[in-house]
């Protein structure tokens, strides 16, 4: 099974300013990634998914992210946040023949005015 | 409109007692997820299942227990057993047929045991 790691904790960042999510996953011949966000008390909606193809995956809200085989990377980034973005940001992998998926310990954005 | 219900939103229960968290879909969908979430900890897997009457054993398994009657709903008992019950539980569902794997979440129901 895969091992997800989200390398910040929390993320505080200013309305308007990009931010950018760190996400590595354990090694694997074939591997499909997810960014998940949750806002509080809430169930986590997907953002965005790489299955194959290109390596930069646009999602909704004006997310994307890039996936980076040699470093084993899937950031998320956002040129410009806006408040409602303050959420829980949530990466998982999981293994092409495997249908679990493993999750990172999440990320907390806080966009301040 | 397609989804899935997860009932109550926030229960209380006092320690030594079971209660059953309800999870129901109308995706249509073959597999059904049990997760568990702490601050800081991420979703753990408790129980999945890929079709009715079958059903494995997640990360988490111990003191929880599920039953799979019924394609659409999947819940989920905390017994007495489980040494911290009080948590976010996340049920969520799947489409094997497709190649895409992507799980679809409930809205979660927080319990708290006293």
């Known amino acids: 099974a895969q091992s997800v790691t989200q390398l910040d904790s929390q993320v505080p960042v200013f309305e308007e300013a990009p931010v950018e999510l760190r996400c590595n996953y354990s090694?694997?011949?074939?591997?499909?990634l997810f960014w998940y966000v949750q806002y509080p008390n809430q169930g986590l909606q997907l953002l965005l998914k790489?299955?194959?193809?290109?390596?930069l995956v646009k999602g909704i809200n004006g997310f994307e992210a890039e996936f980076n085989k040699s470093q084993t990377s899937f950031h998320l980034r956002k040129p410009s946040v806006h408040i409602s973005d303050t959420a829980e940001y949530f990466c998982?992998?999981?293994?092409?023949?495997?249908?679990?998926?493993?999750f990172g310990a999440g990320t907390t954005v806080t966009v301040r005015a | 409109d397609g989804g899935i219900t997860q009932s109550p939103k926030y229960l209380f229960r006092k320690e030594g007692q079971n209660v059953t968290l309800s999870c129901e879909q109308n995706?249509?969908?073959?597999?059904m997820y049990w997760y568990r979430q702490d601050p800081g900890q991420g979703l753990r897997l408790i129980y999945y299942?890929?079709?009715?009457?079958?059903?494995q054993k997640g990360d988490i398994a111990e003191g929880y227990s599920v039953s799979r009657e019924k394609k659409e709903s999947f819940p989920l008992t905390v017994t007495s057993a489980q040494k911290n019950p009080t948590a976010f539980y996340l049920c969520?569902?799947?489409?094997?047929?497709?190649?895409?794997?992507?799980?679809?979440f409930g809205p979660g129901t927080r319990l708290t045991v006293t």
């Open positions: 995706l249509n969908h073959d597999a």
């Open positions: 299942s890929q079709i009715v009457n079958d059903f």
């Open positions: 790489y299955l194959s193809g290109s390596t």
């Open positions: 969520a569902s799947s489409n094997l047929v497709s190649a895409l794997y992507e799980q679809y």
């Open positions: 090694s694997s011949v074939s591997v499909y």
């Open positions: 998982a992998a999981k293994d092409g023949d495997d249908y679990k998926l493993s």
